[in-house]
Structure formats: C-alpha cells, structure tokens
C-alpha cells in the first residue's frame, strides 16, 4: 500500500519517507511524508529509493542489525540503504540523490545523498545506516561506471537475492564477488569486468572491512551512538564502530575527546585494550572486556593505572552510559596525543608488555544473535510507521544541515 502527504498528526510536518514490510499480510507500506516545504513524493529518487527497499524486502528480507563480538552492528541496514540508493541512482542514471532537496537543510550535496563519492572503509565508518550506507552505494556505482549499466545492474540485483538476511559489509562484499566469479562463468561479464569490480571493492577497503577507525595523526571521527532500541537493548550501549591508534615510544599521555552534535547530550564512558577490538559480553557488567577505561577526556599516561602502553595499538570501545534517555546521538571523536619530547624507543620499554596486534584484520567470529529479517527500522519515534526510512534518525537532519563540507 502507499500512503502520500502523510504526517503523524495533523498539521504536523513530517520530514521523511519510509517503507514498512509488512506486518502479517503479502504487502509492505511505502510512506511519503509531507514536509514543512517540500513533499517527499515529488521526488523520483525518494520513490524509487522506497520501492527498492521493497524489492530488497521481497528478495533478501535483509534484517536491520546483527550483534558480534564488539556489539550491536547496522551494516545489514546499510547494505539495505546502499541498494536502495543504487537501484534509484541507476534507474535515473544519476549518482545524486533527491536534489529536490537541493535548496534545504537536507541537500548537503546538492542532494540528499550522492553515490559519486570517494568515501571508504574504515575511515569513514560512522556506525549509522544512511551515512555507512554511501561507502557501498559508492562501490556500486564505481562498478556501474566501469563495467556498463546492464552488467552492473544484473550484478547488483543477483548479488541482492544472494545475502544472508544479517549480512556485514565485508560478507555482502564478498557475496558480490563471488556473484561476479558466477556472472564471468556465464559469460555475462568478462575477466575485465571482473577485475574492475575487485578494483573498486578494494579501494573501497570493502574487501575484509572492519569497524575499527584509526585515529591517528589527531584525526576527528563522526561517530554514532547507535539507538536505544537496538544497541541499548542488545549491544550493551556500545557504539557500533571502535577506533584505534599507535602509542609510539615517546608518548607521555593520551586522551580520548568525544564532542555531541545533536540535541541530547550524550554521557560516554570510553573502554580500552591493547588484545584488539574490545569484546563485548552480554553477561558481563559492564559488558565488555577490556585492559581498562577512561572518562571522555581523562589521560592516560605512563604513571596512570594502568599506564599508557607505548609501542602498542590501542583501541577503543565508547559507551553511551545514558542511552536510554538519549535515544541516539551524534558525535566527534579525537585522540590527542603529547609526546615527551625525548629519544625513546622501543626496545627500551620492557619486554613483557602485550604484543601489538594487527588492526587491520576483519571482525572475529560468527554473530552472538540472529534477529528475523524483513526490511529495517531507523525511526525513533514510537508512532512512526517501522521499516526502511530515506533518511533515518531525526540527528541525522541536524548532522547533515552543521556538517555539509564533511558530508
């Protein structure tokens, strides 16, 4: 069924369109709101974007999140959205999203969203389905650039009816090259088809991508919270994307910064280990194992206890401590690292401290839990129709109107 200038209460605004499955019969919902100045279903990426999450629901039945070792992750979400975009983007024949909304708060590029980009994984991992989404959207496209409309698209939809209902982006990268290998047997592609979409995959860093972000060299993250509903329930309030960051000999302290863009402040603990990713443990209180943890800004130095462990990869797991009441937010993150100004190396520290661990290798193990398929929520409030929304969460609004040069 579909549902045009819908609102949650009358004379109320509603700045979003979304898809629903359905909830016990054979048919989903798409929902177009109508905003303050611009009606969602007047524009025809919007609706296609929609009527692709429906497909993907018919097809896939993608679920929206899935639980591992270091917590709740949304990368089946932002396989769904990625596809979404896509199919909308090549059936317009246009990487930009909606640029009806161009003259709003919500066009940061002109657009909604646009797959011509040159984002990647990990660097540009924020945790949130919409934001997360552009990186696999982007290789999409990339592929449809190289290899031509036709190939691509029956690429992408084969590789579509192939996921898992909880795939990551690592594990749906996967499924596309090994759609790829299949469609080179057939005949239809060829070895240099084949080869392009291995290209733009890797330098998507899509091939064995891991939610670890390096921090290094005084870089600030967008980062995502993850929701009440989803992360707080099940993931221990444990954002969805940990970071990590070489301690070199000579460094004397490190802190941790995390600064919120959104309108509920957000109260973070910040969870370290030098063993790789920190695990989470739903049993455990608080949920994770860890070396040790800090609160958002408090150093870590040699004297602290524990001290700072030089010449290791940290990393780091943030907490959302008031989740509940915050529902979601948006955030920045920093490492700030002071050096000691003296020649140290390290053969000089001692020889029994942890060894480094390679940061780059993927998330270990299978998922903790399973949850059922069936399209993706994003929406926060409780009236909300359920399912796939274009623009998700109402802090991504706010991100995407303070932060359009980074978007």
């Known amino acids: 069924e579909l549902f045009v200038n819908y609102s949650e209460a009358p004379r109320v605004p509603h700045e979003n369109a979304a898809y629903s499955p359905s909830s016990g019969g054979d048919c989903g919902y798409m929902f177009f709101g109508q905003g303050r100045t611009h009606d969602f279903a007047y524009d025809s990426d919007v609706i296609c974007h929609e009527f692709g999450h429906a497909v993907v629901d018919g097809t896939s039945a993608l679920g929206f999140f899935l639980v591992d070792r270091q917590g709740a992750s949304y990368d089946p979400g932002s396989v769904n959205e990625a596809v979404a975009d896509y199919f909308a983007a090549t059936i317009n024949g246009d990487p930009a999203m909606a640029e009806y909304f161009r003259d709003t708060t919500l066009g940061a590029e002109g657009a909604l969203r646009n797959l011509d980009n040159t984002l990647s994984c990990p660097d540009d991992l924020v945790g949130e389905v919409h934001f997360d989404g552009r990186i696999f959207a982007g290789f999409l496209w990339d592929v449809h650039e190289a290899i031509g409309v036709e190939k691509s698209d029956a690429l992408a939809f084969t590789s579509v009816v192939s996921l898992d209902a909880i795939p990551s982006l690592a594990e749906a990268t996967e499924t596309v090259l090994a759609t790829a290998d299949a469609l080179w047997t057939a005949g239809t592609i060829d070895a240099t088809d084949r080869t392009a979409i291995e290209d733009a995959a890797r330098a998507r860093g899509l091939v064995g991508c891991a939610r670890v972000a390096p921090l290094d060299g005084g870089v600030t993250r967008l980062a995502f919270s993850g929701t009440a509903e989803v992360t707080g329930s099940v993931g221990g309030s444990i954002a969805p994307v940990q970071y990590r960051i070489d301690i070199p000999p000579d460094a004397a302290s490190l802190t941790i910064d995390v600064t919120d863009l959104s309108a509920r402040a957000g109260e973070y603990t910040i969870h370290w280990d030098t063993d790789g990713p920190v695990r989470f443990v ?16 408090e150093a870590l130095t040699r004297t602290s206890d524990p001290p700072l462990p030089r010449c290791h990869t940290l990393f780091f797991a943030i907490r959302t401590d008031n989740l509940a009441t915050a529902q979601q937010t948006l955030y920045e993150v920093t490492a700030n690292l002071a050096l000691s ?19 780059g290798a993927p998330d270990s193990g299978p998922p903790l839990f ?28 706010a991100a995407l109107s303070r932060r359009r040069a980074r978007l």
């Not at 739903?282 to 800004?297: F, H, K, M, N, T």
């Not at 100004?341 to 940061?359: I, R, Y």
Request: aromatic share 2%.
């Open 282 to 297: 739903a049993s455990r209180r608080p949920p994770v194992i860890a070396d040790g943890s800090l609160a958002v800004g």
């Open 341 to 359: 100004g003296t020649a140290e190396t390290c053969e000089e520290l001692d020889a029994g401290s942890p060894p480094v661990v390679d940061a």
């Open 370 to 397: 399973t949850p059922g398929g069936g399209g993706c929520t994003c929406r926060a409030a409780p009236r909300s129709p359920r399912g796939a929304s274009l623009l998700g969460l109402g802090l991504v609004f």
